[in-house]
């Protein structure tokens, strides 16, 4: 329609998606928390009372950022904040709308 690409701004609103169940396993604190199928790593870990820095659940701002220590399968990001590299790298993660495929996933939090 004529507009240059620097005035165009979109936004896009997405549910973690479903998967399968997998836990995680938080580093610094020890503790295992258990993730459902139908819910995102950030609601399983504030349903355990594990605080995760976060603002705006749609894995645009980066703020709940976490660093994979490691995973038995592979990490299933949704998000629009990481590069590619950061995505193919494998170490860090959006809880609040990235999975993964695997029986677990340690977190250095």
Known sequence: ????????????F??????????IRLKQSGLVVDVAAEESMLEAME??????????RGGACGRCE??????????EHHDHYLSEDEKRAGNK?????????????????
Not at 14 to 23: Q, R, T, Y
Not at 47 to 56: D, G, I, K, N, R
């Open 1 to 12: 329609l004529g507009w240059p690409d620097a005035h165009v701004h979109f936004e896009q």
């Open 93 to 109: 993660i959006l809880p609040c709308v990235s999975r993964a495929k695997c029986s677990f996933i340690e977190l250095n939090l």
């Open 14 to 23: 997405l549910a973690p998606p479903v998967g399968e169940p997998f836990s």
């Open 47 to 56: 349903a355990a009372s594990v605080e995760v820095p976060h603002l705006c």
């Open 66 to 75: 976490l660093e994979v220590l490691s995973t038995d399968g592979v990490i």
